[in-house]
């Protein structure tokens, strides 16, 4: 660690201070008397120490390979914050810009899909997911999840559009669920799609940064996990459509902030993750009709330090599956089923905002996380992983590009 006295040691956590309370820190840093400074500023390194992701420590869990059996290609550069990939064949990409623009990359160019919805961009809001329908070589029709909203309008909430994607445009477009309750608020917009086996769509709209009040509550929408039909109708199904209060489409309840999904492709089951606060992010199995705690329980606190909640279990909540401890900020989520990668095959894939890397996780035949480790160490903020319908893997990282990961042989 650096010694007080250094420039680097003043500079790091005179920006901390800074950051931290800047109405403050032109008014005392012209004090004379250092013992007054150097108080306040141990002071303040406490409180603000780990107040966001910035000052977590280091995750000291995770495993680097000794060897790497395959090599990481860049098929793609020009790119800011590519949310979504998706595959219209084994050589076509289509992804989805979170400014509100949609491309199809195919060797190596790009070309701009026309008649894009305009999306509400604020915080971490703006054009968001891709899923396209099961029958898509037969009808085209490819699905969107965005914020939608305007300042006007008291803000945003997450949309879910569907659109046929004819020579390069959207056609048809039709507005098949947007969550009730507008807000001015940039976080936690959640959404991921993925179609189950019976042709259902799930799809997730976070908390909003309204943790005390629309998770819990059957009757708001937010930190929801819903469950629709391909034309936005609500499944007779669904868990609570004989509840008069509830919200139809609800499938499941009490979630944070999901922002990766995928279909199982042995149990057909939706698994999830999502965004804990300072310290538990969470692997979850969805199941029809269940509550998933947040924020009744957590293994997180707040970013602050302060408690959440001391319950991290309740016997009328679901545990997840894993959690992480420190967060990584997962993003993106995949099952590994091809075999082109030696013994990747069952595992899970997503990427981590905060410590900028793929990570891979091993589950033993009780779904236990029994190792994990890195790929693509230090590359950058992972926002979305696919397996491709030929069984690669490709990433996409913001500001850096799309990339495939090939095995060697």
């Known amino acids: 660690m650096a010694q007080f006295g250094s420039v680097h040691a003043w500079g790091a956590w005179g920006r901390r201070f800074k950051s931290c309370h800047s109405d403050y820190f032109i008014k005392f840093i012209n004090m004379k008397n250092i013992q007054i400074i150097i108080f306040l500023i141990l002071s303040i390194n406490i409180s603000c120490a780990q107040f966001g992701e910035t000052y977590v420590r280091d995750d000291e869990t995770i495993n680097t390979p000794e060897t790497i059996n395959y090599e990481i290609k860049n098929i793609y550069s020009d790119v ?65 999840s965005y914020a939608l909203g305007s300042r006007e309008d008291g803000g945003g909430n997450t949309a879910v559009s569907r659109a046929r994607l004819i020579e390069n445009k959207l056609t ?17 917009f959640g959404t991921r799609l993925q179609f189950d086996n019976d042709g259902k769509l799930f799809f997730a709209i976070g908390d909003r940064g309204n943790r005390n009040e629309l998770p819990q509550d059957l009757s708001l929408d937010g930190g929801k996990i819903y469950r629709i039909n391909d034309d936005g109708s609500i499944p007779n199904d669904n868990p609570f459509v ?55 329980i957590t293994y997180g606190i707040n970013y602050s330090g302060t408690t959440i909640t001391d319950e991290k279990e309740h016997p009328e909540m679901e545990q997840p599956l894993y959690y992480w401890i420190p967060s990584i900020a997962p993003s993106g989520f995949a099952y590994v089923s091809s075999n082109k990668y030696k013994k990747w095959k069952g595992s899970l894939l997503t990427g981590s905002l905060k410590f900028k890397y793929l990570e891979r996780l091993v589950l033993n035949k009780n779904n236990k996380v029994v190792y994990r480790e890195k790929i693509a160490d230090s590359i950058g903020r992972v926002r ?8 690669f893997v490709y990433f996409s990282v913001e500001n850096k590009g799309i990339f495939k990961i090939i095995p060697k042989e």
Do not use: C, M
């Not at 971490?124 to 969107?144: T, V």
């Not at 048809?172 to 936690?188: A, I, P, V």
């Not at 922002?259 to 199941?287: A, C, M, R, V, Y």
């Open 80 to 144: 800011e914050i590519p949310w979504s990939i998706e595959f219209l064949n084994n050589e076509t990409i289509i992804y989805a810009e979170k400014k509100g623009e949609i491309f199809i990359i195919k060797d190596g160019k790009s070309l701009k899909v026309g008649n894009v919805p305009e999306v509400y961009l604020r915080g971490q809001g703006g054009l968001l997911d891709l899923e396209l329908h099961p029958n898509f070589a037969e009808n085209n029709l490819i699905y969107i």
């Open 172 to 188: 048809d477009l039709e507005l098949l669920y947007k969550g009730e309750g507008n807000s001015t608020r940039g976080q936690h």
């Open 242 to 296: 004989n509840d008069e209060n509830a919200i139809k489409a609800i499938y499941s309840y009490g979630h944070r902030n999901p922002q990766g999904i995928f279909l199982h492709p042995k149990t057909g089951k939706i698994w999830t993750n999502e965004h804990g606060p300072k310290g538990g992010d969470e692997i979850n199995i969805i199941s029809k009709g269940k509550n998933y705690g947040w924020p009744k």
């Open 384 to 391: 979305d992983v696919k397996e491709s319908p030929d069984g």
